[in-house]
C-alpha cells in the first residue's frame, strides 16, 4: 500500500515536535527514517498510528485520504507497528500479548492454542526462539523486542512501521529480522524502518529521509557511506570508532567471589561467579541474552535478594548490604530496561537526575530538599550530556527514547564513582551521543574508575572493553583480552571455553556474527 | 573439537536450561514455624482447655433428610478433649510435612496447599469443639447463617472485581449496597412484588455506577475520593427518603418483602448441605452463577483478556485498537449492578424493611474480600465466605446458653470478624497483585 503523509504537524505546548513534514513510501519499499534523538521520528510514527492527534496535516492511503481517531482505525487500514517503548502487557503471556486485540476463538472464547501456534510458526520462520507461555515480565528486554516484533508481523499489515525494533537484538537476530523485512518487501509491503545503527540502514534500506529538529531535512541514497549519513543525521562530523589509549589498569577494587543467586523456584540464576575489576580498566560482559547479565549486574547493586558469596569493592563486603548503602559507596549504575526501572516517568527531568542522590548534601539536609541545587546539577548535565528537553521541569516521560536513555547516563556517572556497572549503556542512542558516551565512559576509566559493560551489542563492549568476561547459563566462562577473536567470541557464547574455541576456530569454524559484522563496515 | 563443553553449534539464541539446585529459601522455615505454634496452641488451649468430662455434640442429619440408612448421623457427642488433643495431634502432623518438606527442598506443588488447607479446616473444627463444649453445634443451620451473611459481601466483592480489573478503583461498592437494597424495597412495595424489586436494584445502584464512571473515567477525578464522595451521598440520599416519605407511608413504600425461597426438589434434601445449597432465593443461585460465568468469563473470553489488558496497560491496549475508556465504563456499570444485587439481599433476599444505613460497612469489607481473594471471582466468593463465616459463629457464640461453651467475652466475639479480616489480609496482601493501571485515568495525547 501507498502511504502518504502530507504536511503532518504536531505540537506539544508550545514545542513543535513535527513541522509540516511530508513523506511517501511506496508500495514495497524499505524507507528508513534516520534523525538525532529527540528529532521527532517516533511522534510522526505515533501521529500515523494514531496514537497521537495532529495538529495539521492529512494522511494519504492509496492516495485516499484517511481521518484515525485512534489505532483501532489505523489497525483496520492495515498500518501495523513495533513500538519504540514495547506496548506488551507484562503479566500476560507471549501468547496472549500476540494475540490482543486480534484474537481467535469462536463465540468470543479465546482460542489459546491457535495462538500458540501462531507465535510458534513466526518465530520458527524468524529464527527467533520465543515460547508462547513464558510471561512477558519475566523476559529480558532483548525477548520482549522479539515478542513485540511477532505481534506486530502476525497482524499482516499493509503499512509496517518500525521504530528501534532492533535497539536491543543481538546482531544475529537484527540479521534474521531483516531477511523478514527483505521478504515483506517483495510481497509489497511498505515499511518504514527506524533505527540508530547506520549499517543495517545501509544493508536495508530503499530510501532514506533524514529528520532534524522536527523538520526533514534531506535524503539519502544507501549507498553513501556510514560517515556521510552520520554527519547528515546529526549536522556535524562523527566519529565512529572509538580510539582509546590503552588501559593502565591499577589495583583489584572489585573482588567477586562465589556469588550465587537462586529464584524462588530454586532455580540457579548465578553460578558461584568469580570477578576481578581493576581500577582503570573496562571489562566487558559479553554473551546470549538471559545468561545471568542482569542478575550479575542486579546482584552487585544488592537488588537481587539472597544472593550468596561475597563482593568486595574497596575491601568493603557489598553482600547483605542495602541499595542505598551501595549506592552511597559509590556505584553508578545503569539497568538494562529504562522504562522499568531507572525513571521514574511521572517525576520531572530534574528529579529523575537526583533520584540516586536527593536525600544526600548537596540536595538535601535532613528531611529538606534543596530544589536550588538540583535545578543547578540538572541544567548542568543536560547540557554536558546534550539532553534534548524542553525544560528540566518536564516529565521525563515526555522525552524522546534516546534522550531518556542520556538521563540515565547522565545521573550514574553525574558524581565521583567508585564503580560503574552499565547494561546497553547506549541503547537506542544516536551516533553522535554514543560517540559522546563512549568517550564519557573511558575517561570515567581514564580517571582510575573500574568499570563494567553490558551490551548485547557484541560491537560495543568490544569497542569499549580491556577485557571480556563471557557469561553462559549463569557462570563465567571465561575471561578474554579485547583484542580476542571475533569467531572464539562467539563460539565461547555458545557454551565453548576459551581454548575449545580458539582450536575450533583455528580449525575453521565460524559464527553467524561475523558474517553480519563483514557485511557492515565497524570493527 | 572433541574438547567441547556444551552444545556443539553456535546459535546466538540457545535456551537457557534452569539448574535446580538442594538451596534453601532464606524463609523456608517461616510457614511450619507458624503452623507449629498454632498447632500447639490448639493443644494447649483447645485440649487441655476443654474440660475432661465435657463433651462436644456436632448435628449433622436432621429428621426428614435424605439420608438412606441413616448413612450420616444425627447428632454425634465426641468427648470434647479427646477431639481437640486428636485434631491438634493432627494438625502437628501436617507441620511436620511441611518442615520436613521445606528442609530438604522437596517440592510439593499442589499438595503443599492442600495441606495447609486440611490443617485450616482441622484446627477450625478444634476451635468449634473448644468453643462449644457441653452445647451442641448444629452444623447446618451454623452454614446457613454463613450463606445469608456472605452473599452481600459476595455480591458486592464481584462489583470490586469487575471494577478494578478494567483499572477503576471502586471504593463506593458500600453506596452500590445501600441503593441496591434502598431500590428493591421502594419499587417492590410500590409494585407490590419482590420480583419488581429483584430488578429495580441492579437498576437503582447503576445511579451510582454512572457518577463513578463519569467522574473516574470521564473527567478523571482521584477515584477513591469520588468513592468515598458517592458512599456519603449514597447515605445522604437512601436517609432522607428514609426519612421523609418511607416513615410517613410504610405501606406504600418501605414493606418487608421477601423473595420465595426455591426449594430443589431431593437435593434440597441432603443432610448438612442440602438446605444451604439447594432451599434458598434466587439471589443466592444468581450468585453462584454469576461467580463461573465471570471467571469463564475474564480468563478464557477475548472480553477478558482485553477487560485485563486494560486495568494492565491502557495505553498497550489503545494500540491494538481496544476502547480504553469504554471498556471501563462498561465494567464500572456492569460491576454497579452486580453489587446492586448484593444489596438486594439485605432487604427483599431476607425479608426485612430498608432501615438507615442499613449496609453498615459491609461494601468495606467486600473490598477486602476482592483483595483476599486476589481479584478473583472464586477468591472473592472464598473471602467472602471466610468472613461470613466468623460472622455467623460470634452470633451463634453469643447466644450460648451460659455454663457451657469456652465463656469468650462477647466483646471479644463482636472484634472476631474484623481481625479475621486484618490478619488474612495482611497476611497476603504482599502476594496479592493489583492490576497496574487501577485507578490511573487513561489521557490520550
Ligand atoms: N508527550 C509529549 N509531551 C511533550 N513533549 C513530547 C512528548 N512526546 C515527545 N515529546 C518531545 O518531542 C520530541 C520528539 O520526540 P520523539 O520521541 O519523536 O523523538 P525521536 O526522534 O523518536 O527520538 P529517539 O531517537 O530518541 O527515539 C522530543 O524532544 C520530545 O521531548
Ligand atoms: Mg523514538
Redesign the interface.
Known amino acids: 500500500m501507498k502511504l502518504e503523509l502530507r504536511g503532518i504537524t504536531k505540537v506539544f505546548g508550545t514545542f513543535v515536535a513535527n513541522d509540516a513534514i511530508d513523506l511517501v513510501v511506496e508500495p514495497g519499499e524499505i524507507h528508513s527514517l534516520l534523525g538525532e534523538n529527540g528529532a521527532g521520528k517516533s511522534t510522526l510514527m505515533n501521529v500515523l498510528y494514531g496514537l497521537y492527534r495532529p495538529d495539521g496535516g492529512e494522511i494519504l492511503l492509496d492516495d485516499e485520504p484517511v481521518r484515525f481517531s485512534g489505532p483501532g482505525d489505523a489497525m483496520r487500514a492495515g498500518i501495523g507497528m513495533v513500538h519504540q517503548h514495547f506496548m506488551l502487557v507484562p503479566p500476560f503471556t507471549v501468547a496472549e500479548n500476540v494475540m490482543l486485540g486480534n484474537e481467535p476463538g469462536t463465540f468470543g472464547f479465546l482460542d489459546l492454542a491457535s495462538a500458540r501456534r501462531t507465535v510458534r510458526e513466526l518465530s520458527a520462520r524468524f529464527g527467533f526462539d520465543i515460547d508462547p507461555d513464558a510471561v512477558v515480565e519475566d523476559l529480558p528486554v532483548g525477548a520482549q523486542q522479539r515478542v513485540e516484533i511477532i505481534k506486530a508481523l502476525s497482524r499482516q499489515a499493509k503499512v509496517l512501521v518500525l521504530d528501534e525494533p532492533t535497539a536491543v537484538l543481538t546482531p544475529h537476530e537484527t540479521d534474521e529480522l531483516m531477511g523478514i523485512m527483505r521478504q515483506l518487501r517483495d510481497e509489497g509491503t511498505s515499511i518504514v524502518f527506524i533505527t540508530h545503527k547506520l549499517r543495517e540502514v545501509k544493508a536495508v534500506a530503499d530510501r532514506i529521509t533524514v529528520i532534524r529538529r522536527g523538520r526533514i531535512v534531506g535524503t539519502a541514497d544507501p549507498s553513501a557511506d556510514q560517515t556521510e549519513l552520520a554527519s547528515l543525521m546529526v549536522g556535524r562530523s562523527v566519529a565512529l570508532d572509538l580510539d582509546k589509549a590503552p588501559a593502565a589498569p591499577g589495583e583489584v577494587a572489585l573482588e567477586v567471589r562465589g556469588l550465587g543467586v537462586t529464584d524462588a523456584d530454586g532455580v540457579v540464576l548465578l553460578d558461584d561467579v568469580d570477578l576481578d575489576v581493576h581500577r582503570g580498566e573496562v571489562l566487558g560482559v559479553a554473551g546470549v541474552q538471559g545468561n545471568g547479565q542482569t542478575e550479575l549486574t542486579e546482584a552487585l547493586l544488592g537488588l537481587q535478594k539472597g544472593a550468596r558469596g561475597s563482593i568486595r569493592l574497596d575491601g568493603a563486603e557489598l553482600v547483605g548490604r542495602s541499595t542505598r548503602q551501595i549506592l552511597d559507596a559509590g556505584v553508578g549504575f545503569v539497568p538494562e530496561d529504562r522504562t522499568h526501572d531507572a525513571l521514574v516517568p511521572d517525576f520531572s527531568v530534574a528529579e529523575n537526575l537526583v533520584l540516586d542522590q536527593h536525600h544526600r548534601a548537596p540536595y538535601a539536609t535532613g528531611v529538606l530538599l534543596h530544589p536550588e541545587a538540583v535545578r543547578r546539577r540538572a541544567t548542568a548535565e543536560v547540557e554536558e550530556f546534550d539532553v534534548r528537553t524542553g525544560s528540566i521541569d518536564d516529565a521525563v516521560s515526555t522525552l524522546s527514547g534516546g534522550n531518556q536513555q542520556k538521563v540515565v547516563m547522565a545521573r550514574a556517572l553525574g558524581r565521583d564513582l567508585s564503580l560503574f556497572i552499565a547494561s546497553q549503556p547506549t541503547r537506542g542512542v544516536d551516533v553522535g551521543s554514543i560517540e559522546f558516551l563512549h568517550r564519557r565512559i573511558v575517561a570515567e576509566r581514564d580517571k582510575g574508575t573500574p568499570v563494567i559493560i553490558v551490551s548485547t551489542e557484541l560491537d560495543e563492549v568490544i569497542q569499549l572493553s580491556d577485557r571480556i568476561a563471557v557469561m553462559y547459563r549463569g557462570g563465567i566462562l571465561g575471561i578474554v583480552p579485547a583484542d580476542e577473536d571475533r569467531d572464539v567470541l562467539g563460539l565461547m557464547m555458545a557454551g565453548y571455553t576459551a581454548e575449545a574455541a580458539r582450536e575450533a576456530v583455528a580449525a575453521g569454524a565460524r559464527t553467524s556474527d561475523t558474517t553480519l559484522a563483514d557485511e557492515g563496515d565497524i570493527v | ?1 572433541s ?5 556443539p ?15 534453601r ?2 524463609s523456608w522455615w517461616h510457614l511450619p514455624t507458624a503452623l507449629t505454634v498454632l498447632a500447639l496452641a490448639a493443644l494447649l488451649v483447645f485440649g487441655l482447655g476443654s474440660p475432661a468430662a465435657d463433651s462436644t455434640t456436632f448435628r449433622l442429619a436432621a429428621e426428614g433428610d435424605l439420608n438412606p440408612g441413616g448413612i450420616v448421623p444425627g447428632d454425634v457427642a465426641i468427648p470434647a478433649r479427646v477431639l481437640a488433643i486428636v485434631l491438634a495431634a493432627l494438625c502437628l502432623v501436617i507441620a511436620g510435612v511441611l518442615w520436613w518438606a521445606s528442609a530438604t ?1 522437596t ?1 510439593l506443588g499442589r499438595w503443599r496447599t492442600a495441606l495447609v488447607v486440611v490443617f485450616g479446616l482441622l484446627w477450625v473444627i478444634a476451635f468449634l469443639d473448644w468453643a462449644f463444649h457441653g452445647a451442641t453445634v448444629d452444623v447446618g443451620a451454623m452454614l446457613q447463617t454463613m450463606m445469608v451473611l456472605a452473599v452481600p459481601l459476595a455480591f458486592g466483592a464481584l462489583s470490586g472485581v469487575l471494577s478494578e480489573r478494567s483499572g477503576v478503583i471502586n471504593i463506593a461498592i458500600e453506596g452500590q449496597l445501600l441503593m441496591g437494597a434502598f431500590g428493591a424495597v421502594l419499587v417492590g412495595s410500590m409494585v407490590g412484588s419482590p420480583w419488581a424489586g429483584l430488578i429495580a436494584a441492579p437498576v437503582m445502584s447503576l445511579l451510582i455506577g454512572v457518577l463513578l464512571a463519569l467522574f473516574a473515567v470521564g473527567y478523571r477525578v482521584q477515584q477513591i475520593i469520588v468513592g468515598v464522595v458517592l458512599n456519603v451521598f449514597a447515605i445522604g440520599l437512601t436517609s432522607f427518603f428514609f426519612g421523609t416519605v418511607m416513615k410517613q407511608n410504610p405501606q406504600m413504600f418501605n414493606q418487608p418483602l421477601r423473595l420465595p425461597t426455591l426449594r430443589i426438589p431431593l437435593l434440597a434434601d441432603l443432610p448438612v448441605i442440602g438446605r444451604v445449597l439447594f432451599e434458598q432465593n434466587i439471589l443466592v443461585y444468581l450468585m453462584w452463577i454469576i461467580v463461573a460465568v465471570l471467571t469463564v468469563a475474564l480468563f ?4 477478558g ?2 477487560v ?2 486494560v486495568g ?2 491502557p ?9 480504553v475508556n469504554g471498556t471501563r465504563w462498561g465494567n464500572v456499570l456492569l460491576g454497579s449492578a452486580v453489587a446492586g444485587l448484593g444489596g438486594a439481599t439485605l432487604t427483599i433476599g431476607t425479608g426485612v424493611a430498608f432501615g438507615e444505613e442499613m449496609s453498615a460497612g459491609k461494601g468495606y469489607i467486600a473490598l477486602a474480600a476482592m483483595i483476599l481473594g486476589r481479584y478473583h471471582p472464586v477468591g472473592a466468593l472464598a473471602a467472602a465466605l471466610l468472613f461470613a463465616f466468623t460472622d455467623a459463629l460470634q452470633l451463634r457464640l453469643g447466644t450460648l446458653p451460659t455454663g457451657s461453651g469456652a465463656g469468650i467475652p462477647s466483646q471479644f466475639l463482636l472484634m472476631l470478624p474484623y481481625i479475621v479480616t486484618l490478619f488474612a489480609v495482611a497476611g497476603v496482601v504482599g502476594r496479592v ?1 493489583v492490576p ?1 493501571a487501577d485507578g490511573v485515568p487513561y489521557v ?2
Not at chain 2, 478464557?300 to 472480553?303: A, E, P
Open positions: 573439537m574438547t567441547l563443553v556444551q552444545d553449534v553456535p546459535v546466538a539464541d540457545a535456551p537457557v536450561v534452569p539448574v535446580r539446585t538442594s538451596e529459601l532464606r527442598v517440592a478464557r473470553t477475548r472480553w483478556l482485553r485485563r489488558a494492565e496497560h495505553r498497550a491496549a489503545d494500540t491494538v485498537g481496544i476502547n497483585r497496574a490520550k495525547q
